[in-house]
Every structure is written in C-alpha cells, then in structure tokens.
C-alpha cells in the first residue's frame, strides 16, 4: 500500500490564484481529514468526510476553502482566491473507522502564496 | 486554542540518552496518542493510551498517562540519531470521538 497520497508536494503561486490540493486515502480507510499546519498555530483540523459525507467544516476558515470528497478514493480542498496567509502545510489523513482512532497522514503539500 | 500543550518545546541530548516529553490537556478524553514528525514529513502515530490505562509500553517508547492531573510523558529510551523529530501529543474529547486535538510538539534534537 502506498500510504496516503497528496499532490502536488509543493506549490508556489501567487495571491488571487486558484489553488486546488489533491488528496488519495489508503484504501478502505473510510474517515478522512483535512488539516492546516503552521509555526503559529501549529496544526488545526479544517474538515472531516465520513464515508465522503462532510461531517465538520467548523474549522474551515472562510468562504475561500472548500473541500469536497466526490469518492472513497479521492479528495480535494480548494482555495478561491488565495491569500498569502494561507501559505502553509496542508496535510489529509484517513483513519480505518470510527472505533479505531489512529490517523495516517500524508506527505502533505507546502503551499506558498506571494 | 489548542487542547495540548507540550513541554519542553525543544531539547537536545545525546545519542544514548533518554528523552523525556510532557504533554497536558484541557478536557476529558477517550484517549491520548502521540505522534512523531520527521522534517517535511506527515506525522506518524507511534503509541495510543485509554484513558483508563496509567502506562504503555512500545518498544523503545514509555507512554504514561494521569487523567487526575491531565497530563501525559513519552520517554524514548537509549535515544539514536534517528529519533530526532518533532513530537505531538493529540487528544480526541469526550464529546467528539473522531476529532483530534494536537499539542504544541516538541522539537527533539538527538546528537550522533
């Protein structure tokens, strides 16, 4: 198994850009995150899918992220337009259910926004 | 704000010694795990403690737990080189069992 896979590893753009942040769970892992890490705030959850239904989207920051999971397979988390605050380490995770709390990460994605 | 705090932030030692981490929370949990994060990496889960367990042993890791104080320490044993990462202590509440609450970490530097 792979592990999870998120893509791209780094990205550069500048500010008013779409950036869009792809993310494949491990297979069967039915639960899966989105968080944000920063030296400031350290690491906060953005939003959790349970079997692709988005059940937590209180930590999505503002109008300007979405996320969606079309599949068990594939997710995405979008940011329209972006700002250079947002520059930070975006990382999903998965977990197998809802009884089993360990959560495997990602590589993540360095996002930089100028 | 963030459900764990961790101290130290950073320390160093040397390759052999032991290496000891706390880690305290706020709320009252199912659980606590602790994580490690190598330098542009994802975290990694190393351990998982019940909250109605005191002590876990993992290897080389020593994960104990006190929810009377709210607290948790990782010790790694004859540390290596390797080792050096950063360290997260991450909790789920109560009253929500999927969400995880992470610390601050600690920034452990194991000189070779």
């Known amino acids: 198994d792979a592990g999870v896979i998120q893509s791209p590893r780094h990205e550069v753009t500048e500010m008013g850009q779409e950036v869009t942040l792809r993310c494949k769970p491990i297979?069967?892992?039915?639960?899966l995150f989105w968080y944000r890490q920063t030296m400031m705030r350290g690491l906060e959850l953005l939003i959790y899918f349970n079997n692709n239904v988005p059940i937590d989207d209180s930590g999505m920051p503002e109008d300007r992220f979405s996320a969606k999971m079309p599949n068990a397979s594939f997710s995405t988390l979008k940011i329209q337009p972006s700002e250079p605050r947002d520059s930070a380490v975006y990382f999903c995770?998965?977990?197998?259910?809802?009884?089993?709390?360990?959560?495997?990460f990602g590589p993540g994605t360095r996002l930089t926004v100028l | 704000s963030q459900q764990g705090e961790e101290d130290p932030q950073a320390l160093s030692i040397q390759e052999g010694e032991n290496a000891t981490m706390n880690c305290s929370y706020k709320t009252s949990i199912n659980n606590l795990q602790w994580y490690r994060q190598n330098s542009g990496r994802g975290l990694v889960h190393l351990i998982l403690i019940r909250s109605n367990e005191r002590e876990k042993h993992s290897g080389r890791l020593r994960v104990t737990l006190d929810t009377s104080k709210k607290s948790s320490s990782l010790l790694i044993t004859a540390s290596r080189a390797a080792d050096t990462a950063s360290y997260f202590c991450?909790?789920?509440?109560?009253?929500?069992?999927?969400?995880?609450?992470f610390g601050s970490g600690t920034r452990l530097l194991v000189r070779p």
């Open positions: 991450a909790t789920d509440a109560r009253d929500s069992s999927y969400k995880l609450i």
């Open positions: 995770a998965g977990r197998a259910g809802q009884g089993n709390n360990e959560q495997f």
């Open positions: 297979s069967g892992h039915n639960s």
